[in-house]
């Protein structure tokens, strides 16, 4: 991580750490169901109790992905989405908010068509903070994790159920920002883990590292989301969130007049709990 940007990420951990509580991270896909109501809810979120915001980055082919967040991709192309337009869309939320984290979540393939250092400086000048990307390992570090980091970007790495020992530390060679624990080995929005396995787990990677663990894939109820803030520094909410813009679609996917609105009480009522 370069000193070129102001590091948006630790300071943030370093506020929950003095406020005693987890941070919420909530998902959403750039452009879904539409670009102006995405940007609408993305520069809702932070009022509403997100602490850290993942945007993800949509994709026509997203294979670590479940069946909301994938139909999320695909709404969001059908309707105008890209890369590009999701860096409009983080250079339009800095305009009015310039400390909430925004982290980039996806797969390399649009990226190398974007073109890898153009992508990464483009990013990083419109406020991005930092890369979670699903398909790139850590042999693969000089096509993306390396560049990114030149430009200042945290390279977010993904920590499984099945990774092992040794992979563990490869894994975190690299790591910046923050480690993503994936609590479940499967896809996203599919199933929750016990929390007895995700504590175990945390500790493991935290006896390994000094980053803070974010916890995701399969946490939907406050409930969840209070459980697992007494284990790691971050929670992780995407599918519920993706699951209630799609329940506030008409029959021709077109956004009721409440959509927002009611992203937006999901929110806070997943933040209520969170502290």
Not at 121 to 145: K, Q, R, Y
């Amino acid at each position: 991580m370069s000193d070129n940007t102001t590091d948006r990420v630790a300071s943030t951990f370093s506020r929950l750490s003095k406020e005693h509580r987890a941070g919420l991270v909530t998902f959403i896909t750039a452009g879904d169901p539409n670009l102006q109501t995405s940007l609408e809810i993305l520069q809702r979120l932070p009022s509403a109790g997100a602490d850290i915001i993942e945007i993800g980055m949509p994709f026509s082919d997203p294979m670590a992905d479940g069946p909301a967040i994938q139909a999320a991709s695909l709404r969001s192309l059908a309707n105008g989405g890209s890369l590009r337009a999701t860096l409009e869309m983080v250079r339009a939320f800095r305009e009015k908010n310039q400390t909430t984290p925004l982290i980039l979540m996806g797969y390399f393939n649009p990226i190398y068509q974007y073109g890898t250092t153009q992508f990464v400086n483009d990013a990083a000048n419109a406020g991005v903070d930092g890369l979670i990307m699903v398909d790139l390992p850590p042999e693969e570090d000089d096509e993306l994790c390396d560049p990114a980091r030149t430009a200042g970007l945290h390279w977010i790495r993904l920590v499984t159920p099945t990774t092992n020992e040794s992979r563990l530390s490869d894994v975190l060679a690299n790591s910046s920002g923050f480690v993503y624990y994936v609590s479940i080995a499967g896809i996203t929005g599919t199933q929750s883990a016990a929390a007895a396995s995700i504590e175990k787990a945390v500790h493991h990677i935290k006896a390994k590292s000094d980053l803070p663990v974010a916890v995701g894939f399969g946490i939907k109820t406050r409930e969840q989301v209070k459980e697992i803030g007494n284990i790691a520094e971050g929670v992780v909410v995407g599918s519920a969130i993706v699951n209630e813009i799609e329940q506030n679609l008409d029959p021709n996917g077109q956004p009721k007049a409440h959509l927002v609105e009611s992203v937006i009480s999901l929110v806070r009522s997943l933040a209520t709990d969170s502290v």
